[in-house]
């Protein structure tokens, strides 16, 4: 049984702190951006949750220098419970470490620099392809929609394979 003290996360337009916050209030662990979460002791148990960029967990590696993650949570674009062999693989996590992705969503207004021209480009490449594609399912469908007009995906339901697997793992 591990001894999980905090949900500690890393965004950049906002999805992932608002699943910090819903896992925070379903849980009652207290939540933190990494940036702020200095006021925990080095080694802490934690659920870390970052924001996902090709497949990595942004601010994954630094939060597992500092903390004891106990479980990872990639959000993204795609479908929760999506991808996760894929982020196993591009974060090197350990196969014993638990997995999840989350659907958070999606506005170019909300991202600068580097990261807005990279999806202004991604989502006009990849758009043009759904819209394209004849015999899209619904899954492309919402993509297609979401990198046409944004949206905002967040949601309680979304945690539920974390807290069924925090609820197990904190008996």
Known sequence: MKNICAVVYTSNTGYTKKYAELLSKETGLPFYSLKDATVLDKGTPVIYLGWLMAGVVKGYKRASKRFTVSAVCGVGMGESGSQINDIRKNNA???????????????????????????????????????????????????????????????????????????????
Not at 116 to 131: D, E, H, N, P, W
């Open 93 to 171: 996590l350990p196969k014993e470490l638990p997995v999840f992705t989350l659907q958070g969503g999606f506005d170019i207004s909300k991202l600068h620099g580097v990261y807005k021209f990279m999806m202004s480009i991604m989502a006009k490449t990849v758009g043009k392809g759904l819209a394209n594609k004849s015999d899209r399912t619904p899954d492309e469908d919402k993509m297609l929609k979401m990198l046409a007009d944004g949206g905002d995906f967040v949601s309680a339901e979304n945690l539920s394979p974390i807290l069924e697997w925090y609820s197990k793992d904190e008996r």
